[in-house]
């Protein structure tokens, strides 16, 4: 056997050692220690369910606006000889903003009022015209006459050859004379009416150009149109600005309303509580919490993605509050029925809560988001679930593998309904009461 093994190489005789070795290892081994492992499932906490009536809450970022807010712009073109505001500082409807140089535009109404004058002048000129011509008409037909009887009795004569042919032709031309003058004349009677109505048109032109002179020149003293707040001063001293430049802007801070947006999915119950004026708002505001009151719903969606505009007016008047200031609003809506107060860390996904069976193990149940609801300092879900009775149990821990069937150990929520300690304290309370 020696001598078999002897005459196997060395590599294949090492590789043959060190299997058999191996398996030796293998087959001796002695047996491993066991140790009985208990069972461990994931501890979560939970309460017990209360449907009932409660009022959803529902949180709303807006920003503060105005619904009176101007920005003035220039009408005439001028330099800007004075401003004496400037912006955040707050103005009374009438105060002087900003103050144009009127020079040009005094000269406009001057230019204007001489114009006016003259259009006066020469409408009592057509008047004045028009009787001379009717006591000259007269005259002239009496003229005519004359040259027509002087021209008849020459020609008479020159039948007989008592005249000249030449005395015969001066008669018809002044006989010709005396009819183109009269002819003049009656046309210049005639057309009285239609020249009256040219010069009172040209006057009434020359008024409207005198009434809007001086309105250009009224217009270079800018003034506020209400109590506000300037926001923007567009312009300087010196600067020249002509007609649609923007010079100023202001808001009244008087009527400040906040505007936020609405989802879909609230507008039925907010539209309702708009009915039934159900409905309170509030905003925390420089350390004060100030109420509000929806009093519409904005009429243009074209600018909201997914909801309506809502506008709340401020009830206790409006504070200092610059425009544009971003605010977050509590909404409460009118009070519905059958619904549960949760924590957030209840909700698995957006439709989600787990119920803990008398097995301790969880089974899914479908619920939806209606709103939020405060109690406390602590901010609580409000969910409609149907398949939910009162007293189950649901777990308010967010378990990432939870599944249905999976096992676990619960354990009630401190402080909550389901905290046997809290219930115990409220038996005795009640037993001393009594």
């Known amino acids: 056997m020696r001598e078999r093994l002897k005459q196997i190489p060395p590599v294949p005789r090492v590789m043959l050692g060190t299997l058999v070795a191996i398996i030796l290892l293998a087959v001796f081994k002695p047996p491993a220690e066991t140790r009985d492992v208990s069972k461990h499932y994931d501890r979560v906490r939970y309460m017990l369910a209360e449907p009932g009536a409660r009022a959803p809450q529902i949180q709303l970022f807006g920003r503060v606006q105005s619904p009176r807010a101007a920005g003035l712009t220039a009408v005439v073109t001028a330099n800007v000889a004075d401003i004496p505001v400037r912006a955040g500082n707050r103005v009374s409807q009438g105060d002087l903003l900003i103050q144009l140089d009127d020079s040009e535009a005094a000269l406009a109404r001057d230019r204007a009022r001489a114009s006016r004058d003259e259009a006066q002048a020469q409408l009592q000129t057509t008047r004045l015209r028009y009787d001379s011509d009717k006591q000259n008409l007269v005259l002239e037909k009496k003229l005519a006459q004359l040259a027509a009887d002087n021209l008849e009795r020459l020609q008479s004569l020159r039948g007989k050859n008592l005249v000249s042919q030449t005395q015969l032709d001066q008669a018809e031309e ?117 109420a509000l009151n929806l009093k519409r719903l904005a009429g243009d969606a074209a600018d909201a993605r997914g909801g309506i505009d809502g506008l709340f007016a401020f009830v206790d008047g409006a504070p200092a509050a610059a425009l544009g200031r971003p605010i977050t609003i509590t909404l409460t809506l009118p ?21 803990i069976d008398d097995d301790n193990r969880l089974q899914r149940v479908s619920a939806e988001i209606v709103g939020e609801s405060m109690d406390g300092d602590q901010s609580l879900l409000l969910l409609r679930a149907p398949q939910l009775a009162e007293g189950e149990r649901v777990m308010t821990t967010q378990l990432p593998q939870a599944i249905v069937g999976l096992k676990v150990d619960p354990q009630p929520v401190p402080g909550s309904n389901a905290d046997p300690g809290v219930t115990e304290e409220s038996s005795s309370t009640e037993n001393q009461g009594e």
């Open 335 to 355: 009070k519905q029925d059958q619904l549960l107060a949760l924590p957030a860390t209840s909700l698995h996904g957006l439709n989600r809560l787990y119920r």
């Open 174 to 290: 002044a006989k010709a004379r005396a009819d183109l003058s009269l002819a003049q004349r009656q046309l210049s009677v005639n057309d009285f009416r239609n020249e009256l109505a040219r010069m009172e048109a040209r006057l009434a032109s020359a008024n409207a150009q005198l009434k809007q002179a001086e309105m250009d020149l009224g217009r270079t003293r800018v003034e506020a149109p209400f109590d506000g707040t300037v926001t923007r001063v567009a312009v300087a001293p010196g600067e020249r600005v002509r007609p649609g430049e923007p010079l100023i802007s202001l808001f009244a801070d008087t009527e400040l309303e906040v505007r936020a947006q609405i989802p879909d999915r609230h507008l039925p119950a907010i539209r309702d509580g708009l009915l039934q004026g159900d409905l309170t708002a509030s905003t925390h505001l420089e350390g004060q919490t100030l």
